[in-house]
């Protein structure tokens, strides 16, 4: 069976890439700065948009179903739950 | 035609998906070394992130982006049967990636120049927390690296594939599968660069 595919136009990733490249160039810049522990929750949400742009158009996610976006907030809730079980360990030892 | 051809490309996108879900949990494991020590040692961090290069770290941030971009741009290229196009992008991704190896053997080679690989007498001396600042950095760009090698293996076996026409506009999810597990290796990337270069300059 042949599915209708989503075709994507380049240009599409253009602004995506582009896009990219700024938020890389806002992570160095922000670096510069002493922000103490903001520092890396400041990268973090950068990684993070950056990421949201990667997957939602480098990977399709945004032409998808419903069930692979689902499956991906998953495995990420799985993530957080490692990352909050370790941290209650490490921060209430 | 005569016979019925099953395919289930939507399947296919499906489980590459859940392979690249372990492949998320495999280096979050690693991101959770890393903020653990973090939290315990954060001057150390600072000091020994500090000796990374930025330059190194930012120009494969760019390679990497770059790449990815032309890996997505391929995907579209097949689907509209493009296939001159479809090649030429995947070659420049595959020249990324080698670019990105590079850049990678000439800062570890510049790193172990000055001592600092596991193991070696002056990781012993230095301080714990910048000791095991390098050891993490060690073992995720070295798996990061590993997954590069991968990707960039499974491009240009589909590039082989796409030449012989058994991956075409009709039926391009082979494509897509492994411009997915070349994305997470940006993704990967995006993380790893803030985190390891950016810490504090």
């Not at chain 2, 939290?39 to 930025?54: D, K, S, W």
């Amino acid at each position: 069976m042949t599915e209708h595919a989503h075709i994507v136009p380049y240009r599409t990733f253009f602004i995506v890439w582009g896009l990219l490249l700024l938020l890389t160039a806002t992570t160095v810049a922000v670096a510069q700065f002493n922000l103490g522990p903001f520092n890396v929750w400041v990268a973090l949400l950068i990684a993070t948009v950056k990421s949201g742009l990667v997957i939602a158009f480098f990977m399709h996610m945004k032409y998808e179903s419903r069930l692979f976006l689902l499956a991906l907030f998953a495995a990420l809730a799985i993530l957080a739950v490692f990352i909050g079980l370790t941290f209650f360990d490490v921060l209430y030892r | 035609m005569s016979g019925h051809e099953h395919r289930d490309d939507v399947g296919a996108r499906f489980g590459m998906w859940l392979f690249l879900f372990t492949e998320v949990l495999l280096f979050g494991g690693l991101f959770i070394l890393y903020a653990v020590y973090l939290h315990r040692y954060p001057h150390e961090f600072v000091t020994a992130g500090g000796e990374l290069n930025v330059w190194f770290g930012g120009g494969n941030t760019l390679v990497l982006l770059t790449s990815s971009l032309c890996v997505a741009i391929a995907v579209t290229a097949l689907q509209r049967g493009n296939t001159t196009l479809c090649l030429r992008l995947l070659g420049v991704t595959i020249f990324c990636a080698a670019l990105f190896m590079v850049n990678k053997g000439f800062e570890w080679s510049a790193k172990i120049g000055h001592g600092i690989y596991p193991g070696s007498a002056h990781l012993h001396d230095l301080p714990p927390g910048e000791a095991v600042f390098f050891n993490i950095y060690y073992v995720t760009t070295g798996l990061h690296g590993i997954h590069v090698i991968i990707g960039a293996a499974v491009l240009i076996w589909t590039m082989v594939l796409i030449k012989k026409g058994r991956v075409n506009a009709g039926r391009w999810v082979m494509l897509e599968n492994a411009g997915l597990y070349w994305h997470l290796v940006d993704l990967i990337w995006i993380f790893i660069f803030p985190l390891y270069y950016l810490i504090l300059h």
